[in-house]
């Protein structure tokens, strides 16, 4: 399988815990954005990379959320001291450089947090 | 920041009747404009997109337009099928900066009935 790929698939934590998803973008793909998506909702943009460097974050990332991009290939991302509102489906996309727009999302992690 | 509105939030049809899902966008700037498809618990799945560039582009079933002037854009799918039955997601690049990222609106669970 050539696609986007997320690990874990599931993910259930207790409330204080920290987490860490890791995302496989397409081979050679510059861009990865990770997007988080609720029930009934549109996803979210959370963050951007081009190759390692973090270009954005949304407001939404909060100081408990952390993302890198170490080598330009995998992406990680981790949420510390887990609260109930952070469960949702975390989602990575990626896209393949400049002037590029077309983003292909891999299956996403479901972290439920109790 | 950009802000996609989508209508209708649900759609029932019969088996070869066309569906027609219609969304806004706020930021005159963007300049890209994809719908995703996304079945119950699978990632979502770029079907079509159009760039500011171009008013109209189909795919066999499948037809977006686009109305710049007002700011609007609109998913056609014609002879529908069982299996288009999905959740529909339009979404438009935000312009800023030059790093692509996607604006979704909340979806149209679209029911094909036999």
């Known amino acids: 399988d050539t696609g986007v790929s997320q690990d874990p698939r599931h993910k259930i934590t207790k409330r204080g815990q920290n987490v860490t998803f890791r995302c496989d973008p397409i081979?050679?793909?510059?861009?990865l954005y990770w997007y988080r998506q609720t029930l009934g909702q549109g996803p979210e943009f959370l963050t951007y990379?081009?190759?390692?460097?973090?270009?954005?974050k949304s407001r939404l990332l909060s100081d408990r959320f952390s993302a890198e991009r170490p080598k330009g290939s995998f992406s990680t991302l981790e949420i510390q001291r887990t609260e109930q509102g952070d469960s949702a489906m975390y989602l990575c996309?990626?896209?393949?450089?400049?002037?590029?727009?077309?983003?292909?999302f891999g299956p996403g992690t479901r972290l439920t947090v109790t | 920041g950009e802000n996609v509105e989508q209508h209708p939030s649900t759609l029932s049809v019969q088996e070869g009747d066309s569906a027609v899902i219609k969304c806004t966008y706020s930021?005159?700037?963007?300049?890209?404009f994809p719908w995703y498809k996304q079945e119950l618990g699978k990632r979502p799945q770029l079907i079509i997109d159009?760039?500011?560039?171009?008013g109209e582009k189909k795919d066999q079933r499948i037809a977006v337009t686009l109305n710049k002037t007002a700011k609007h854009f609109s998913l056609h799918i014609t002879e529908t099928q069982p299996e288009d039955s999905a959740v529909y997601f339009c979404?438009?690049?935000?312009?800023?900066?030059?790093?692509?990222?996607?604006?979704f609106g909340k979806g149209t669970l679209l029911t094909v009935n036999p």
């Open positions: 996309a990626s896209s393949p450089g400049v002037y590029t727009y077309e983003q292909y």
């Open positions: 081979s050679e793909h510059n861009r």
């Open positions: 990379f081009q190759n390692e460097a973090q270009l954005e």
């Open positions: 930021d005159s700037a963007s300049n890209y």
């Open positions: 159009i760039r500011s560039n171009v």
């Open positions: 979404a438009a690049s935000d312009s800023g900066g030059s790093n692509y990222k996607l604006t």
